[in-house]
């Protein structure tokens, strides 16, 4: 256990092995981030028959008429937006990337004075709930894109694919309906539920994403490695290593 005076980083009080939280989020955030910046620059296998990747929609100039690199890169904004910004991701990396602090109870870097996020750049993480609405136009096109996925050339049919692009769109409609933005807005920021307007409608939805949103932290992982597996699938598919199977 850290004395009052000791401020070696990583000094802990009564957990030794902080680090076992860390390493897992800098390996799973690590290679997300790895293969999601190589893939949307890559610019090619992002489509097949009635499957688009997740990384590329909205697909935007694929002819590249107006934008000569990857449709990838003109979207990709949003929805990096809103998961950087993310309440659960931001204690993610502050602590596996840059140790601010390592863990709960353990002490930081000697010398690092707290201002939280009040001072450029960190105070930009206020723009999440900016990026929640935005969220809501890329989480539209995802669901188009899961419908189309069983519309084939031969009429209504089901491939694995189909399944796959359904699943990605189901795990992201839980991560963002579990969101912490959209609890507030619904009703975190209400005194009086019975004093607003549709306050029993408004509590309800608000007590049925308090639920989701205690399961926030799952969701943001199942969905982080949904989105890249459905990526991958899309790629392999269309570069032809696998073939699609038609379950129907």
Known sequence: MASAGDTRLGRAAGQPAW??????????????????????????????????SPFYSPLIDVHHKYWPFSPALLIL??????????????KAYYRAFFFDPPACAV????????????????????????FLYLAVIFMAFLWH????GFLFNDGFGVGVGSIVLLANVSLLSLYFLSCHSLR??????LD?????????????AWS???????QH??????????VGLADFYVRLVSSGAIRDLRLL
């Open 77 to 90: 904004g949003g929805p990096l937006g809103f998961r950087v910004t993310c309440y659960y991701y931001r």
């Open 145 to 148: 894109d899961a419908v189309r």
């Open 19 to 52: 680090w076992l939280q860390v390493v897992p989020v800098i390996l799973g955030l690590g290679a997300f981030a790895v293969y999601a910046t190589l893939r949307a620059f890559e610019g090619a296998y992002f489509q097949w028959g009635p499957y688009l």
């Open 217 to 226: 932290m799952l969701f943001a992982w199942i969905s982080l490695f949904g």
């Open 107 to 130: 002490t930081e870097k000697s010398g690092r004075v707290y201002r939280g996020e009040t001072r450029f750049p960190l105070i930009l993480q206020n723009a999440h709930r900016y």
């Open 184 to 189: 507030h807005l619904v009703g975190g920021k």
């Open 208 to 214: 049925w994403l308090g639920a989701l949103n205690e």
């Open 192 to 204: 009086c539920f019975s004093c607003a307007v549709a306050g029993r409608a408004r509590h309800q």
